[in-house]
């Protein structure tokens, strides 16, 4: 096993991260930007090294900076967390050429998943059901209109570049299609440098199902059951929960085989070793492939509580070469468990709140877990995401997970900032969500103040 790792992250995984890799042993450097010095993260590494100014492009997008923070220390593995370089192969291709472990996939798959287009495309020739659509980016009007023809209306225009939902556009007729297909071009060379679009058939309100992979480096990949994130607003989820109460009670069986067998063959295809999530969405009765993340996820933990995966733990015994020793058939789900992202923001406009935690008292109690980036007294900046920490409750049922969410909710204080916690617990009021009714339109109808 690695003596020591730098984790080239920030807030709540950076300190978690260093949590499981001290428990087992291995010392940790954090690197940090000027803005984030007297965080937790920091102060709780074995060492820490600053990466420059404020910005990310400074601190933690800057690549040069954290390769010399990790030869400087001696660091014989980089774990990058989710955001920042976690998803670039050229970053993963440096470490390991530098003699540095990169925790994470290979860069080749990393590579193979980048063009969403080009991903549906291997999947679909795996065998994996694909939303309908075209097989490869459109060229031109003419042929995205001649394409929609055959895929049936509603159509969804996607930036082969994306992810994530950035420049996604419905059309709803050919004329509407002309429209929409430039707009999205426009858009994915803006964003992504790049203008390849490609069409789906568009699903008005489908769910949003993912299913956790964990894979050696010796052919051994498994997966680790399906987590639901359908709660989003513009793009970030805010509840995700595991399982999906779709599966809840034993219910759809064949779907949720359907389901597993669909991600483990994708992340096959891609090449996959250490942990990843395959992204589906669910509509009328079926579970279609959209993309794979090759990261591990923000709501990780709540497959974690779940399954009883150390899924971090697994990351970096995978990334040094050891065999993963959990068999499929041993994973099994006890339990469920919620996950409420906690963004310093107004509860009822959305607009963030940065400001001082002048008071920050988190909840406890049976099943409860708090990750959390700050302490009372940190300053929450406006340089980086809103999200300060992560409440994930786990209880024997769904019904007694939400009951001790809405107790530590309740619980939870928070002064100096506005934070989403009135939200949550709206949500976790909200009839619809209870009785597990949830798709990626919720916030729009549901949980109104
Ligand atoms: C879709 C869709 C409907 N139909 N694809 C948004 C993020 C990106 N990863 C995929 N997304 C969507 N793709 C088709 N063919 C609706 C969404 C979508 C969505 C998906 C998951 C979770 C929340 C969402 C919110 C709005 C739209």
């Known amino acids: 096993m690695f003596k020591k790792l730098l984790i080239a992250n920030r807030g709540e995984i950076s300190r978690r991260i260093g949590q499981v890799a001290r428990g087992m042993g291995i010392s940790t450097v954090a690197v940090y930007s000027d803005a984030d010095a007297d965080l937790p ?12 100014p404020a910005p990310a492009k400074d601190s933690y997008l800057n690549i040069p900076a954290i390769l010399e923070a990790a030869k400087k220390t001696g660091a014989q593995a980089v774990h990058p967390g989710y955001g920042f370089v976690s998803e670039n192969a050229e970053f993963a291709r440096a470490c390991t050429e530098a003699g540095i472990a990169f925790v994470g996939p290979p860069p080749e798959a990393m590579l193979r998943m980048k063009d969403k287009s080009q991903a549906r495309k291997l999947v679909a020739a795996a065998g994996v059901p694909v939303v309908p659509g075209t097989e490869d980016v459109v060229p031109d009007v003419g042929t995205a209109v001649s394409a929609a023809e055959s ?5 969804l225009c996607k930036a082969a570049g994306g992810g994530g939902g950035i420049g996604m ?19 994915a060379k803006a964003a992504f440098g790049r203008e390849g679009v490609y069409l789906e058939r568009y699903f008005s309100a ?18 680790a059951l399906e987590r639901e994130c359908s709660i989003q607003r513009r793009h970030q989820k805010v509840v995700e929960e595991a399982g999906s109460p779709l599966f809840a009670d034993g219910k759809n069986p ?7 067998t669909a991600a483990v063959t994708a992340a096959k295809a891609f090449g996959y070793a250490n942990a990843g999530t395959v992204e589906f969405l669910y509509s009328d009765g079926n579970v279609y492939f959209i993309e794979m993340n090759a990261r591990l996820q923000v709501e990780h933990p709540v497959t974690e509580l779940t399954t009883g995966l150390d899924l971090i733990g697994w990351q970096l015994r995978i990334a040094a070469g050891e065999p993963l020793t959990v068999r499929q058939e041993d994973v099994k ?7 409420f992202r906690i963004y310093a923001e107004d509860p009822v406009k959305f607009f963030p709140s940065p400001g001082p935690l ?14 959390a980036g700050y302490a009372e007294g940190n300053i929450v900046t406006p340089n980086y995401d809103p999200m300060i920490a992560k409440l994930i409750v786990s209880g024997a049922t769904r019904t007694e997970a939400i009951e001790r969410s809405i107790a530590a909710l309740e619980q939870f204080r928070i002064e100096g900032i506005k934070t989403n ?11 619809a969500f209870r009785a597990g009714e949830l798709d990626t339109r919720f916030l729009e109808n549901h949980a109104k103040p």
């Open 41 to 52: 993260f920091v102060k709780e590494a074995d060492e820490a090294v600053r990466l420059g």
């Open 151 to 155: 895929i049936g209306y509603p159509v």
């Open 169 to 187: 556009a419905a059309a709803k007729d050919p004329a509407e299609l002309e429209k929409v297909f430039r707009q999205c071009t426009d858009r």
């Open 206 to 223: 489908p769910r949003h199902i993912e299913v956790q992979i964990l894979g050696d480096h010796h052919g051994h990949l498994i997966h």
């Open 254 to 260: 064949e779907l949720a085989q359907k389901l597993f």
């Open 333 to 339: 789900r006890r339990g469920a468990a919620l996950e």
């Open 358 to 371: 002048k008071v920050f008292v988190p909840p406890t109690g049976e099943g409860v877990r708090l990750d």
């Open 421 to 431: 916690i009135p939200l949550h617990l709206r949500i976790l009021r909200d009839p």
